[in-house]
């Protein structure tokens, strides 16, 4: 190893030994290698220590530092939990954010600020076509966020996101579940219309979907509800279809998240609204809703 390499190893390991991961890769590295390999190691001390600088490193793009390891932290919960037994004896719990969703996070942050921070907004192309900016819509203490896709042609011209066919399909799917539209908040992933209500492209979310990250951090949901793939596709960071995952609840920074299909879809496809109810009543059934009364 040359000098430089060994110093960017020694950084590393120092960095752990900060975080209070010094004993728990030293446990693990012990417990998972064989007796007989242990020895040749201790006598061996250069290549034990890449070893646990390269799984430090590997802790850093782990599935716990991003929305993507939300659906990953869901995965692996639901996983064999050997593994997490062995650093539970020696990590603390964390009962917090984690310190990259801290990071992530804007102290103070609100809407009006994250507004005001979008202001009139040409950060991608999307603002060439558009007629005005769809930030959101309802309750800052709302416990239930819809997540769509991006603005259609009515919601350019009011501002407010689902308020065409599909927006007032949505109003009764919320009115369905003893809700109003005012007790939830509904925003988008793009906050202006795509050309021709073409698919947001992957440059335009990822510019635009910072301030929905911001505006759920600032709400803290109970739930989310992505409405679409572009949504749930955009909050879990998978390029899985959402027939292979919705309805199934995952953890998004803290708020249970569900995926189901967007309204636009169910005015083409009404076979498929007994899908979407039954996704809307396990989000009844987490928030305490009862349906409406007819
Ligand atoms: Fe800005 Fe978002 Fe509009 Fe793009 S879509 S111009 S990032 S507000």
């Known amino acids: 190893m040359d000098a430089a390499d060994r110093a960017r190893v020694e950084a590393w390991l120092r960095y752990g030994d900060d975080l209070g991961l010094g004993p728990y890769y030293r446990s693990r590295s012990a417990q998972e290698r064989p007796a007989e390999l ?18 430090l490193r590997a802790s850093f ?68 076509g558009r007629t ?43 009115e369905s579940m003893g809700l109003r539209r005012q007790d939830v908040y ?23 979907s910072l301030f929905l990250f911001r505006q759920i951090d600032v709400i803290r949901p109970k739930v989310i509800c992505c409405l679409g793939s572009c949504a749930s596709q955009t909050l879990l960071q998978t390029t899985q279809g959402i027939s292979r995952f919705r309805g199934e609840w995952f953890d998004f920074r803290g ?12 005015l083409r496809n009404p076979n498929a609204k007994g899908e979407v109810w039954k996704d809307l009543q396990k989000v009844m059934s987490v928030l305490g809703l009862q349906p409406k009364r007819k």
């Open 132 to 174: 005005n900016i769809v930030f959101g819509v309802g309750s800052m203490k709302a416990e239930l966020v819809f997540v769509g896709e991006g603005p259609g042609h009515d919601e350019d011209l009011k501002g407010e996101p689902f308020v065409g066919r599909a927006g007032k399909l949505l109003t009764q799917m919320i």
């Open 61 to 128: 793009s782990s599935p716990d530092l991003s929305p993507k390891t939300s659906v990953g932290r869901s995965q692996l919960a639901a996983a064999p939990q050997k593994p997490a037994q062995a650093a539970a004896s020696v990590l603390p719990i964390v009962t917090g954010p984690s310190l990259f969703e801290a990071a992530d996070r804007i102290e103070n942050d609100t809407l009006e600020r994250i507004r005001a921070d979008i202001g009139d907004c040409t950060r991608c192309k999307l603002h060439k």
């Open 186 to 208: 509904i925003c988008n992933v793009v906050k202006c219309r795509p050309p021709e209500n073409r698919l947001p492209e992957k440059d335009e979310i990822t510019t635009c």
């Open 255 to 266: 708020s249970k998240l569900i995926a189901t299909y967007h309204p636009a879809y169910l």
């Open 38 to 55: 242990e020895s040749s190691v201790q006598a061996e001390p250069l290549p034990r220590t890449m070893a646990a600088a390269a799984a």
